[in-house]
């Protein structure tokens, strides 16, 4: 690919240095609910024995499920009543009762007159069916972003293996969980010839980058966050049902999804910042450490509207990979490529050495991206394409889910973002549910030992950006769901009065992870 090639369709195809780069955006996020990265987890982390077919991809998901369907209508007609698969407990009619009522998950509004398979991806044998991105064509792989996250939020290959298998061992169902999930894994791997779990998916190259030993220490990444709070998580599995630990592991991961594609989105801004002022001839700092990644990061505030935050950050981000392929691609047109992948502080400070070096030759990058930006200007407000995209995934999988079915308005407690009021037009704003707050209390909690206040969960939810004032914990919404919840106690002697309580205290992490 050319820079001609490039400006004529600047968002088909990434610069090699851009694209395999750890800090991409590789694939950039589409539509996915908090369940449909679950159930996307499950495929991406592991394989399947069904029949011939070793791993089921992300499209071949919806085709399952209508053969599933199919397979239940067969064994429910007056022919075969009665009869059932081998190995099979239920008959074609409880089956169907299992999959549309017991495990059934609430469509959306638009959704209800479309006829399609989705359940609670309770265990890895619904993900076979269940839990894809889109209904049709080539959906994008949700649960990639998961495993980018382990893969960034480690401390080198081998920490990333490690979690990684861990959270496979977890994901699987053993003797020791429940009965219910026991029987849901064989009953439907009876009837869809799907067994989970067969072998542990390890990736390499571009999907296993991970950033230098060190890169973030002292810093903020809602990525190296998930991967400790991920520990409590696991270790929480054995004290409680697996209906209750699956909520609780997905709360985690779409509050840390969403947390890390805006975190990835302020350092775009950051490396292109510098790469601009290089291009204009200016000293940039010896180390970009501290200038490329936040020491703080917020990008939610608890109480007030979200949406315009998300739009901003998504636009600064798509701005910021135009202006790093023209550059990259244009190196490229000068004879001068850049060798490195963007990695790391040190590549982004190579290629800008690279830039100023070579500032005269790529005069011409500033007209390029001047007309990229006007004749993309629909793209960078979001609007359609990547932009409009990005922020289809953040709002759907931090909104509260809103349900065709009215009786299950109340199936989704693990949200992030609610409605002011019941009014339809009401805003957006940042008001964690029941069970997120659960898991942000027992994760901050996790490796201490002895009472903290409320303020300690305040600075476990900024980990993620969310920002809240721990002043105003005791008299906002805040403080009366962690009442309601039991996870406080008034002391006169802590902050605002309110001291945390472990909600799973015989719950304790499986290792130690290191400080941050």
């Not at 006007?374 to 409009?388: I, N």
Request: glycine fraction near 6%; include cysteine; proline fraction near 5%.
């Amino acid at each position: 690919m050319s820079l001609s090639e490039f400006k004529s369709s600047p968002w088909a195809r990434s610069h090699p240095s851009y694209r395999g780069a750890a800090l991409a955006m590789n694939p950039a996020p589409e539509y996915a609910n908090s369940e449909v990265l679950v159930a996307s987890l499950y495929r991406t982390i592991s394989s399947f024995s069904a029949e011939e077919e070793i791993s089921i991809s992300e499209g071949r998901v919806p085709i399952r499920g209508r053969e599933l369907e199919r397979s239940i209508v067969h064994y429910r007609d007056h022919r075969d009543r009665g009869r059932k698969p081998n190995n099979a407990a239920l008959d074609g009619d409880s089956v169907h009762a299992l999959l549309h009522n017991v495990l059934e998950s609430p469509k959306l509004p638009n959704q209800s007159t479309k006829r399609f398979l989705q359940v609670t991806p309770l265990v890895g044998e619904t993900a076979s069916f269940s839990g894809s991105a889109r209904l049709a064509g080539n959906p994008w792989p949700a649960g990639a972003l998961v495993r980018q996250m382990v893969w960034l939020g480690s401390a080198d290959s081998a920490a990333a293996q490690d979690i990684w298998s861990r959270l496979f061992h977890a994901l699987g169902v053993h003797d020791d969980d429940d009965v219910f999930a026991r029987f849901l894994r064989d009953e439907v791997s009876a009837w869809t010839s799907a067994s989970w779990g067969i072998k542990l998916a390890i990736p390499d190259g571009e999907e296993a980058a991970c950033l230098p030993h060190g890169e973030l220490d002292g810093l903020a990444s809602p990525a190296r966050q998930f991967c400790e709070d991920l520990d409590a998580v696991l270790a929480a599995k054995s004290v409680m049902t697996r209906r209750q630990w699956t909520s609780l592991l997905e709360a985690l991961i779409r509050i840390a999804a969403v947390g890390h594609v805006a975190w990835v989105c302020e350092v775009h801004r950051q490396m292109w910042e510098c790469v601009r002022q290089a291009l204009a001839g200016v000293d940039l700092p010896d180390d970009l450490r501290a200038t490329i990644y936040p020491r703080s990061f917020g990008y939610l505030t608890y109480g007030m509207g979200a949406v315009s935050e998300l739009k901003d950050r998504t636009s600064t981000y798509l701005a910021a990979r135009l202006g790093l392929n023209a550059v990259l691609w244009s190196l490229d047109e000068c004879g001068v490529a850049f060798p490195d992948k963007l990695s790391s502080a040190e590549s982004v400070a190579a290629l800008c050495a690279l830039v100023k070096k070579n500032r005269g030759t790529l005069a011409g990058v500033s007209d390029d991206l001047d007309d990229l930006s006007d004749r993309e200007a629909r793209t960078l407000l979001c609007r359609k394409g990547v932009g409009s995209n990005v922020m289809e995934f953040a709002r759907h999988v931090l909104y509260q889910r809103q349900v065709a079915n009215s009786i299950l308005r109340g199936y989704d407690q693990g949200y992030v973002l609610r409605k002011r009021s019941a009014a339809k037009s009401s805003p957006w704003i940042c008001a964690p549910g029941p069970v997120a707050i659960l898991v942000l209390v027992h994760c901050s909690l996790a490796k201490l030992a002895g009472p903290r206040s409320v303020h300690r969960l305040a600075q476990h939810m900024a980990a993620y950006g969310i920002v809240v004032d721990h002043r105003k914990i005791d008299s906002n919404e805040l403080g009366a769901q962690l009442r309601m919840l039991g996870l406080v106690l008034d002391s006169p002697d802590a902050e605002s009065g309110m001291l945390l309580v472990p909600p799973f205290p015989q719950a304790r992490p499986l290792r130690e992870s290191p400080g941050r």
